[in-house]
């Protein structure tokens, strides 16, 4: 391993403006990767704030007995995923009314009676706010004698989880597609490494050294070079980043385990894309 390593090294200082095209050929690739990763981890987070919003609305019927009000919080509350039942009188109902609804103000001295409801807000726990909990909850509070109806938006929860679902599908596709783009343009500058260095590898077959011999400084130089096109697709993302943030718009950096991911993945890149590489070089000559 120390000599693959000394070797690796020597190569980059033979021709440095090949490794540094090679990683700034890896860097740019993850570029992409990085620019996707931040817009689908905003999207992510925008998605989530979205979905913390989501609850149901139990409205009761005029006049329904306290026994079976309470009844109906205790059956709501003891549903898995259920993260409180508050209950909201009619007083509560019209003064909610009159401070977010401004119109309201101006008819509300006109009103004889309460034309508000009291209802119960089902809240849910964090994972638990999908489309069966929810129905759950439904199912389970029109069955209630004190319940008059029950709301929800069932068309906006239902689009709100489908595009998640589409969000993380279109993720792992487009992402996918990024990695193995970053993955060939690794091979194709450690083969076109390798394809200069061939007198090399032609007299280190002559004296018998093994492919395995051969291959690990290729395989340590493909680590560095994806290591360094990792660190340097980093610093572009950061800096974009900082540019949208600061002249566009406001949006949440990725989390560092993803950064780290992605300088590994480079890594990992390197290795595989240049061992698979040498490898092909060497079953050709």
Do not use: C
């Not at 390593?5 to 090679?22: I, K, Y």
């Not at 991911?261 to 390197?270: C, K, S």
């Amino acid at each position: 391993m120390p000599r693959a390593l000394s070797e690796a090294l020597s190569a980059f200082r033979r021709a440095p403006l090949l490794t540094g095209l090679s990683a700034l050929m890896v860097g740019l690739a993850l570029l992409v990767l990085g620019l996707f990763s931040l817009v689908a981890y905003n999207l992510r987070q925008a998605l989530t704030a979205v979905e913390e919003r989501v609850e149901v609305v139990v409205f009761l019927r005029e006049g329904a007995r306290t026994v079976d009000v309470d009844a109906t919080i205790e059956t709501l509350r003891a549903i898995p995923g259920v993260e409180a039942v508050i209950h909201v009188s009619k007083e509560e109902a019209l003064q909610r009314a009159l401070t977010e609804l401004p119109e309201i103000q101006e008819v509300s001295s006109d009103l004889e009676v309460n034309p508000f409801p009291a209802s119960l807000e089902v809240r849910f726990l964090p994972g638990s706010r999908n489309a069966a909990a929810i129905e759950e909850v439904s199912n389970a509070a029109l069955a209630m004698p004190a319940v008059e109806d029950v709301r929800y938006g069932q068309e906006w929860v239902d689009r709100l989880f489908s595009l998640r679902r589409i969000g993380a599908i279109t993720a792992l596709a487009l992402g996918s597609a990024f990695a193995l783009v970053a993955a060939l343009i690794i091979g194709t500058t450690v083969r076109i490494a390798v394809f200069s260095r061939r007198d090399e590898i032609s007299i280190m077959q002559l004296v018998g050294a093994t492919n395995g011999y051969i291959r690990r400084p290729f395989l340590l130089e493909g680590a560095m070079t994806g290591f360094l096109g990792g660190l340097l697709a980093t610093f572009l993302t950061w800096g974009t980043y900082q540019a949208v943030y600061h002249f566009l718009f406001s949006l949440d950096w990725i989390p560092g385990q993803w950064v780290w991911g992605g300088i590994g993945a480079g890594l990992v890149f390197g290795v595989l894309a240049s061992g698979m590489a040498v490898r092909r070089y060497l079953q050709e000559i």
